[in-house]
């Protein structure tokens, strides 16, 4: 069975760094044509595609956003971190990860299995 | 990159057919047959019920049906059920990848 659930901190203040935990289970981020994306929803608003890191550690970014993501994977924590700098209340919102599960070097371009998400808030 | 387009709300009673519209450019849903659609129930996880325009995953309805003409894409929910009352999202790849609006289902 497949899941993923985010961690991370529910309140940051702006100018600091998130940082937001997937942790999964039920694939390996290692096989060919697995890949975890991060994707938030404002309140209110609809989803944004934030980034997405690849099984041979291929990393994509949202164009707008891509100076302040960085995202990883620790596979042997069954991990994916993305990092947000410099938040500020525009950054409040829910936050998913979820799985993407080509085969082979064919990525499948949509999301197979999400997790709950985690809230965060920024203010000061 | 703009959000695609959907209607805000759609409602229709048991048994009934609706359909969600899904706008976008040909940047995005007209340039690429990478459309998908989730079900979002809110506070649970987001669930996929189409991809690549049509396909259906195993364990879904084939109530749901996908199609794409131009730069629109449809989601067709056909004998609504009380189940489906929830929020639905379409998205596109384009070079990465853009999700919908949104859209309410009521089931009346």
């Known amino acids: 069975q497949v899941t993923l659930r985010e961690s991370g901190p529910a309140l940051v203040k702006p100018t600091q760094t998130l940082i937001l935990t997937c942790t999964y289970s039920g694939f390996s981020l290692s096989t060919n044509g697995m890949c975890v994306s991060w994707i938030r929803q404002p309140p209110g608003k609809a989803l944004e595609w934030l980034a997405r890191?690849?099984?041979?550690?291929?990393?994509y970014y949202n164009v707008s956003l891509k100076t302040r993501l960085t995202i990883s994977k620790d596979t042997s924590k069954n991990e994916v971190v993305l990092t947000i700098t410099n938040v500020d209340p525009a950054d409040t919102g829910t936050y998913y990860c979820a799985r993407s599960s080509g085969s082979g070097r064919y990525v499948a371009h949509y999301f197979d299995n999400w997790g709950q998400g985690t809230e965060v808030a920024v203010y000061s | 990159q703009s959000a695609l387009t959907q209607p805000r709300s759609v409602s229709g009673s048991p048994g009934q057919s609706v359909t969600i519209s899904c706008t976008g450019t040909?940047?995005?849903?007209?340039?690429?047959?990478?459309v998908s659609w989730y079900q979002h129930h809110p506070g649970k996880a987001p669930k996929i019920v189409i991809f690549?325009?049509?396909k259906r995953p195993s364990g879904v309805p084939d109530r749901f049906s996908g199609s794409k003409s131009g730069n629109t894409a449809s989601l067709t929910v056909s004998g609504l059920q009380a189940e489906d009352e929830a929020d639905y999202y379409c998205?596109?790849?384009?070079?990465?990848?853009?999700f919908g609006t949104g859209t309410k289902v009521t089931v009346l």
């Open positions: 690549d325009v049509n």
């Open positions: 998205c596109s790849y384009a070079g990465n990848y853009v």
């Open positions: 040909s940047d995005d849903v007209g340039g690429y047959n990478y």
């Open positions: 890191i690849d099984w041979d550690d291929d990393k």
